[in-house]
């Protein structure tokens, strides 16, 4: 009788603490799905033509002016620096499948040069053109701590076909899409963790 007792009992733990871890993995679960939700922001048309440059706080989702303590990058032509604490760094990848960001390597110098994030074409076809690099991410690491993963999608206004007849002739292309018309998507993971 006290060794079924004892047995009931031990078996009952056993269910409990069973259905508690179950509950337990499942709720992390559930939480780690939902951490790894974040919103794609999308931006479209950013000009940087008429000022020279344009400022972009990704914490905060909206172009600022230079004497603002907001913003987190600064993009003039084709180069992308970084201000107010930020920095940053390229890496090899595409937004919906990049999941971890390293914790070293970034930098305030700022991102610049042909075979970056872009490619200029010069000779080749279509000539003269400043066209995004497919599987390049910039990952940028705010002054708040908060990592950002973003993909550059167009210097053009509008984002143009760049494999058109119109697009390849260099008077229709500066007419119909003037340049630095910045498009970009980005994803802002604002708990603080390095995970997407």
């Known amino acids: 009788m006290i060794k079924n007792h004892i047995f009931q009992k031990v078996s009952l733990f056993a269910i409990s603490a069973g259905?508690?871890?179950?509950?337990?993995?499942?709720?992390?679960?559930?939480?780690?799905?939902?951490?790894?939700?974040?919103?794609?922001?999308?931006?479209?048309?950013?000009?940087?033509?008429?000022?020279?440059?344009?400022?972009?706080?990704?914490?905060?989702?909206?172009?600022?002016?230079?004497?603002?303590?907001?913003?987190?990058?600064?993009?003039?032509?084709?180069?992308?620096?970084?201000?107010?604490?930020?920095?940053?760094?390229?890496?090899?990848?595409?937004?919906?499948?990049?999941?971890?960001?390293?914790?070293?390597?970034?930098?305030?110098?700022?991102?610049?040069?042909?075979?970056?994030?872009?490619?200029?074409?010069?000779?080749n076809a279509p000539q003269h053109a400043i066209l995004m690099k497919p599987g390049v991410l910039i990952l940028v690491k705010t002054s708040k701590g908060n990592y950002v993963k973003l993909e550059m999608l167009s210097y053009y206004k509008g984002s143009p076909n760049v494999k058109t007849p119109d697009f390849a002739d260099i008077p229709t292309r500066g007419e119909k899409w003037p340049k630095q018309h910045y498009t970009f998507n980005y994803v802002l993971q604002s708990n603080g963790t390095n995970k997407f």
């Open 19 to 123: 259905l508690l871890l179950t509950s337990c993995s499942k709720d992390n679960k559930e939480l780690d799905e939902v951490a790894n939700k974040q919103e794609v922001v999308a931006v479209k048309d950013l000009n940087g033509l008429d000022k020279g440059g344009v400022y972009f706080s990704l914490e905060k989702n909206r172009e600022t002016e230079e004497n603002s303590t907001d913003w987190d990058i600064k993009i003039t032509g084709t180069t992308i620096g970084f201000g107010n604490g930020a920095v940053g760094q390229l890496v090899e990848g595409v937004l919906d499948s990049y999941h971890t960001a390293p914790t070293e390597g970034y930098s305030n110098s700022g991102i610049t040069g042909n075979n970056t994030y872009y490619v200029n074409t010069l000779y």
